[in-house]
C-alpha cells in the first residue's frame, strides 16, 4: 500500500505537495487533467475551497475526483462558509470516501470575492476548526454526542511568514500547534533569509513546515501581489528579474526562479518541503520540479 | 449607547410613501439629531422635499427621545396633525420607529435605515463597538471587541489577511487583532492572546432576543 501523507511528512524526506483549483462551473475538463498530471508526481494535492471567496466547484467535489483517479488529496476547509453543522458533516463525507488530509483555514473575507453580499459565516475559526477535529477523532461531535463511527485525519494548518507584524501571527501559529495541527504549508515566501529566520523560530515545534512557493508569470503579477495580497512580499531584484526577460519569456523565468528556491530551501535543509501553487498554470508545476531537481516520486529524497 | 443610522436613499422613500398623499413626520432629539440623520434640520429640510412631490405635511415633531414611552406624550400633543395624515414618516432608528408604531394605528414608514451600535470617534466619525453577543470578552483584548473590530469576528487571534495592522476587506480598517496585540503588550498581558477561545454560543439569549431581569446577579 502506499504510504500515506502522513508517513510521508514524517519519513524525513523532502515533501512536495501542490494544489488543483477548481472551475468555476461544471466543465471539469482542465480540472481532471491536471490532477492526472500531478497526482503521481507530488506527496498530495490540494484543492481549493472557494479561493478568494469566488464560488467555484468545491474542494470536497475536487478531492474526491483526485481519491477516484488514484491521488492523495488534501481537503481545504475554510470557515466562511458553513457553521459547525455543515463543517463537520463534510468531514464525515470526507472521511467516509478515503479523505485522509484535511487543511484547516479561517477563510478569505466574503467581500473580496465575487459574491459580495454574501453573509460570512465564522461560526469557528481555524484554531477552533482543529480542535473540532481532534474531538472527532475521540468520537464525539462538538455537541459532545457520541458518533457512530469517528474519523481520523492528517491536519494542517497554514501561516504567513512575510506578514507585519509577525508576532501576532506566530502566536497564532503556536495556537494551532496546540489545537493538533501536523504540518503546515506557509503563504508564498520569496525573500529566503526572512523565512529561514521564520524557521529557526519554527524548528522548535513538532510540526513539519512546507514552504509555500507561488509561481511568478510576470513582474505584472508580482508587483499587484505586493500591492493586494496580504503577507506576499516579492523582493525587487525578483521583479526586475522577469521585467527584464524577453517578451513571452517571462514566465519561464518565473519557473527558474521557484524551482531554484527549492533547490536552495532543499539543499539548505531550511524546512521539511513544499507546497508549490501555479495559481491556474497547474500544468508547468512537473517543469519547476524538474528545474529544483525534484524526482517525480511521491516520496522525494 | 448610540444608534448610528442613515437616511435612505430618496427614491426608496418616495416608493414607500407612494400611496399616500398626507404625510406627518417625526425625527430624534437624541441619537438620530447626533447623526444628523432626524434631527430638527433634517425633518425640515425632508417636508420640502416631500411638498416638492406634492404630499401634504400635516405636521411634523422632534421626540426628544424616540425610542423611549415619553414618545406617546410627545405624539399625543400632536393629535390632530397626526389624525389628518394618512401615514407617519419616522426620521429615527429602529427604535423610534418601533415606539411609534406602537401608539398610533397609521402606517408607519421609516426614512432611516439602522446601521449599528455605536461611538462617535470625532465629529462626524462613527464606529460600532458592540455587536452585543452576550458573552463579553473584552477583559481579555484589552477593551477592544474582535467580534466587532474583526471582519470576520475570529476570537482566537488575527487571520492571514492582516497587512501592516490593516485589514484586507479595507485598506482604511484597522486590524483588530494587531490592535489588541499592542495593546496587550503594552499591558504585559500578552499571555492573554495565547489562550483558547471556544466556539462561540450564538443562543446565548434565544432570538427573538427577550429577557426578565428579576435581581441583581
Not at chain 2, 414618545?71 to 426620521?91: H, P, R, Y
Request: hydrophobic content about 40%; some cysteine; overall charge negative.
Amino acid at each position: 500500500m502506499a504510504p500515506s501523507f502522513r508517513e510521508i511528512l514524517n519519513s524525513g524526506n523532502f515533501v512536495v505537495t501542490s494544489e488543483i483549483g477548481p472551475p468555476k462551473g461544471t466543465n471539469i475538463e482542465k480540472m481532471l487533467h491536471h490532477i492526472d498530471l500531478l497526482k503521481d508526481k507530488v506527496a498530495a494535492l490540494n484543492v481549493t475551497d472557494h479561493q478568494s471567496s469566488v464560488m467555484r466547484f468545491p474542494s470536497l467535489g475536487g478531492c474526491l475526483a483526485i481519491k477516484e483517479r488514484g491521488g492523495d488529496p488534501i481537503l481545504q476547509m475554510t470557515c466562511r462558509d458553513r457553521n459547525r453543522l455543515a463543517l463537520q458533516a463534510e468531514l464525515l463525507i470526507a472521511y467516509t470516501r478515503g479523505i485522509r488530509n484535511v487543511l484547516c483555514l479561517t477563510g478569505d473575507a466574503v467581500p473580496v470575492g465575487d459574491h459580495k453580499e454574501a453573509k460570512g459565516v465564522f461560526d469557528l475559526d481555524s484554531v477552533q476548526l482543529l480542535r473540532a477535529i481532534r474531538q472527532m477523532e475521540s468520537g464525539k461531535d462538538l455537541g459532545g454526542n457520541d458518533l457512530d463511527g469517528a474519523v481520523e485525519f492528517c491536519a494542517g494548518a497554514i501561516v504567513t511568514p512575510e506578514a507585519r507584524p509577525i508576532e501576532p501571527q506566530l502566536i497564532k501559529f503556536e495556537k494551532k500547534v496546540e489545537s493538533g495541527a501536523e504540518f503546515f504549508q506557509t503563504q508564498a515566501v520569496y525573500d529566503l533569509d526572512n523565512f529561514a529566520e521564520f524557521m529557526q523560530y519554527a524548528r522548535k515545534f513538532p510540526v513539519k513546515i512546507l514552504a509555500g512557493i507561488v509561481l511568478l508569470v510576470s513582474a505584472r503579477m508580482a508587483r499587484y501581489m505586493n500591492e493586494n495580497v496580504p503577507g506576499i512580499f516579492v523582493p525587487q531584484y525578483l521583479i526586475d528579474e522577469l521585467a527584464s526577460a524577453p517578451k513571452g519569456e517571462a514566465v519561464n523565468r518565473g519557473i527558474e526562479i521557484a524551482g531554484q528556491m527549492i533547490a536552495t530551501l532543499k539543499k539548505e535543509s531550511l524546512c521539511d518541503g513544499v507546497h508549490i501553487m501555479a495559481i491556474g498554470r497547474e500544468e508547468l508545476v512537473p517543469e519547476i520540479m524538474e528545474v529544483a531537481g525534484l524526482s517525480s516520486s511521491k516520496s522525494q529524497t | 449607547m448610540k444608534s448610528i443610522t442613515k437616511q435612505k436613499p430618496f427614491d426608496e422613500i418616495k416608493e414607500q410613501l407612494d400611496r399616500f398623499d398626507r404625510v406627518y413626520i417625526t425625527g430624534c432629539g437624541t441619537c438620530a439629531t447626533m447623526t444628523r440623520t432626524g434631527g430638527r434640520e433634517e425633518v425640515m429640510d425632508m417636508k420640502g422635499r416631500l411638498e416638492e412631490l406634492g404630499k401634504l405635511v400635516t405636521g411634523s415633531t422632534v421626540i426628544p427621545t424616540a425610542c423611549d414611552e415619553m414618545t406617546e406624550v410627545a405624539i399625543s400633543e400632536d393629535k390632530g396633525a397626526i389624525q389628518n395624515a394618512n401615514c407617519i414618516l419616522v426620521m429615527a432608528c429602529v427604535l423610534g420607529v418601533h415606539r411609534v408604531s406602537l401608539y398610533i394605528d397609521k402606517p408607519v414608514i421609516p426614512a432611516l435605515d439602522t446601521l449599528f451600535i455605536g461611538v462617535e470617534d470625532s465629529p462626524g466619525d462613527f464606529r460600532e463597538v458592540c455587536a452585543q453577543c452576550g458573552q463579553c470578552v473584552l477583559g481579555e483584548t484589552a477593551g477592544i471587541c474582535p467580534l466587532t473590530a474583526c471582519h470576520k469576528g475570529l476570537l482566537n487571534g488575527p487571520c492571514g489577511g492582516t497587512n501592516n495592522g490593516k485589514c484586507e476587506v479595507d485598506r482604511e480598517k484597522d486590524c483588530a487583532w494587531t490592535l489588541i496585540y499592542q495593546r496587550l503588550e503594552a499591558q504585559g498581558r500578552l499571555d492573554l492572546m495565547r489562550k483558547y477561545h471556544a466556539p462561540r454560543n450564538s443562543n446565548v439569549t434565544l432570538s427573538p432576543r427577550m429577557i426578565k431581569i428579576t435581581s441583581q446577579a
